[in-house]
């Protein structure tokens, strides 16, 4: 922080203090001075947030009641407060880059009665949380997290809308976006984060949380103009059952949200803030707030792309042996992935048994899988459900580690209470020491763990693609929705990669031999936009070899990066991104149903030529969504490109430095 800003804090913070002897009112400014963070206590502890002259979050209690009827926030006694700041960078190996700046003023308020809060105002945005010293362990009854605002806002919010088993706290956190007024949210509804707000004047806010752990995730019901946190309480009985009997249903909860530890910090009550909407789709607030990684030596870690069987449903052909879940099919994959540099190929569902991993299928021989894919240079990686991994966790990764098996993708967690966000912290650990990478399917947004853990390289958390097998009204405009909300938190398992696409008038949906709503460009467009260091490609081996063109594109794309820009983009609308790796570029950009023109300003290039590689929707992609037109040109940075989206169109081009 430069010294005319460091000084404007500490007298911004002096003068609250001066007059918090009777008022109570305390103020964190951003780095930048833009950022008010207020908070007051009286009866109760309020804060609230302003952006320049823009009411962010009007005044809001925030609260903890324990099992003793303790409220930590109630009548609070401050017994002191400090003020700190921070500037510095920190490396961020497996991400979209390869640092990220952490820079933020922090208050911290220490209570009578053993808690405090601290509170940061970062240039991007703010946050708070709880922090406790008790000497005993402690029973957390609820949760109060406040988000007021001044207007009627319109809000993007996934609702949670499978209530499964008739616990409304378990779902597949899979849902398209409410475009809706706070007022219209209603207090039995069930939002999951993140969640995004436009607050008017051009700004955003979205809500979400860092740091989860050892505690369920937020959720957020509506009251008139407010959002309000809801935590899941603490399952009492689970018996088994759900889909195919393959996990533990919750029959019964108890009155209190979490059973921890006297001394802690709680997760992070985190509000980004945007004046432009492409800002959402290149922010660190997550990583930033996180705890550093666990794990020491990351050198085994390897991001890549996943040749994935089960979207395509096995449907290989012209090949002489019957496609299915057997070895000749995998080793037909496995060629697959080596020819075309692909890192892993994933047994999905039905190697085992699908509640015990001990019991392989007859018809898979799994060291030899393992033999034939390491002399082609391709990792194998299991599918399990959370259910069959957490009966034998100790004993399967043990086992399937020492055969030479990379890693698990972990499916049909749907929950984020306190027990199984504990389960999931415990099971990363443990995958980290058998050097086993993690794709967390069926979960939860991440919400800080992709740093704690680096080896958990994917999560789900999102209408990915494999929803389009059943049917979706609108896929598209949730495409570019979620790089501005849902990817706040982290990388996304939404699987891309289909090459049978079809215009909005074509589509339907087909299990067996599935297709994607929109252009075989916005596909492409995908691998570069979507964060995600383990990448699926969704669609079959004979069907990429027949649009080879556009498997060596996909293939080239990396996973992981040294620089992200975002270049334009409005929520729910068209989003584009540019992504560089060395000295090489890749740009992605997407629209929803509506066709478009925009213009991609190469200026990030910096000096040099660069041949491009260019994909662009072919004149008859509003008909056929397969019609796609591949150019090579040579582009500085000087250039500004015009291009042409088609109705669920897309846009994508690799640029390689020659000179």
Known sequence: MNKILLSAFFVCFSASISIAQTSKNYHVKSPDGKVDLSITTGNNIQWSVKHESTDIITPSAISLTLQNGEVLGKSPVVKSTKISSKDEYFNTPIYKKDKVHDQYNQLTISFKGDYGLIFRAYNDGVAYHFTTQKKNDITIMNEEAGFNFKADDKAWLPFVNDYRNKDKWTTSFEALYGNLKLSEVTKDSLAFLPVLVDVGEGKKAAILEA????????????????????????????????????????????????????????PWRVVVISTDDKQLANNDMVQKIAEPSRVKDLSWIKPGKVAWDWWNDWNITHVDFKAGINNPTYKYYIDFASANKVEYVVLDEGWSNIVDLNQISPDINLSELIAYANQKNVGLILWTSWYALTRQTDAAMAKFSAMGIKGFKIDFIDRDDQKMVSSLYDIAQKAADHHLIVDYHGMYKPSGIQRIFPNILNFEGVKGLENVKWGVKDHPGYDVSIPFIRMLSGPMDYTPGAMRNASKANFRPVNGNPMSQGTRCHQLAMYTIFEAPLQMMADNPTTYQKEQESTDFIAAVPTTFDETVAISGKVGEYVALARRKGSTWHIGAMTNWDAREMTIDLSFLGEGIYKAVIFEDGLNADRDGTDYKRTVVNLTSKDKLNIKLASGGGWAAMLEKVN
């Open 211 to 266: 740091d989860l752990q050892d505690y369920p995730g937020m959720y957020l019901t509506g009251n008139g103009h407010s959002l309000q946190g809801a935590f899941a309480k603490y399952p009492a009985v689970e018996t088994t059952g759900g889909y195919a009997n393959m996990n533990y249903v919750v029959n019964g909860r108890t009155d209190y949200i979490a059973k921890t530890k006297g001394t802690r910090s709680f």
